[in-house]
């Protein structure tokens, strides 16, 4: 079967740096993503990863390693409106996404 | 408007009986999709629609239709709800390339009593 693992909770300080994990076991892959979604509303596009290695987008930067079946998400400078759920999504052989129960991110002043 | 639009934003709905969710695009996206949401569970698609006119199943179709008459709607019909229906809809679109990145509608948050 296909499977995404994200760990379910995770704490960090304001200010600080958290680097959110996620493997994989999928038919296929097309591709990673990873969203953000806010409590009570709809996830929304912050990254994409096809290639092996590190894609920075100013805060945020995610990391492939397709024979590990790994990838990571790092906020750096943490803020308190960063405090929300992270989704982990991979695109399988059908161009399906399969998506991880996510992440809920609690950042503390 | 500009983006993805459902309807309603909300609804409670007695078991039994028969529901439309109303999506709506506006990117001119080749590709559309409906999700549910359960608490402790990923976003699970129930189908799906690569161009107007198809549509295919997704991981959870039982208990759900859908048609793609255009481009621009996509709506999910529940012909007769079920309390296991009670979730929160996501509809979403992507430019239909097979690496697209998809784009999601505000959701539909449903009660079926």
């Known amino acids: 079967g296909q499977n995404i693992d994200q760990p379910t909770e995770m704490t960090a300080t304001e200010g600080a740096i958290v680097q959110i994990n996620c493997t994989y076991q999928?038919?296929?892959?097309?591709?990673l993503f990873w969203y953000q979604q806010h409590a009570g509303e709809a996830p929304t596009f912050l990254s994409y990863?096809?290639l092996d290695g590190l894609e920075e987008k100013g805060r945020f930067s995610s990391f492939l390693s397709r024979s590990k079946g790994y990838s990571y998400l790092l906020l750096k400078e943490l803020q308190m409106k960063d405090s929300a759920s992270y989704l982990c999504?991979?695109?399988?052989?059908?161009?399906?996404?399969?998506w991880g129960a996510g992440t809920k991110l609690i950042i503390k002043p | 408007i500009a983006g993805i639009t459902q309807a309603p934003t909300s609804q409670i709905l007695a078991a039994g009986r028969r529901m439309t969710l109303r999506c709506t695009q506006d990117?001119?996206?080749?590709?559309m999709y409906w999700y549910r949401q359960d608490l402790g569970l990923g976003l699970r698609l129930i189908h799906y629609?690569?161009?107007?006119?198809?549509?295919g199943k997704g991981e959870v179709p039982d208990g759900y239709s859908v048609s793609r008459a255009n481009t621009d709607d996509f709506p999910l019909t529940l012909a007769s709800a079920v309390p296991s229906q009670t979730s929160v809809y996501f509809c979403?679109?992507?430019?239909?390339?097979?690496?697209?990145?998809?784009?999601f509608g505000p959701g539909t948050r449903l009660l079926v009593l």
């Open positions: 979403a679109s992507s430019d239909g390339t097979g690496l697209g990145t998809q784009y």
């Open positions: 990117m001119r996206h080749n590709a």
């Open positions: 629609s690569n161009t107007a006119g198809t549509t």
């Open positions: 999928t038919s296929g892959f097309n591709g």
């Open positions: 990863n096809v």
């Open positions: 999504a991979v695109k399988d052989s059908n161009y399906q996404l399969i």
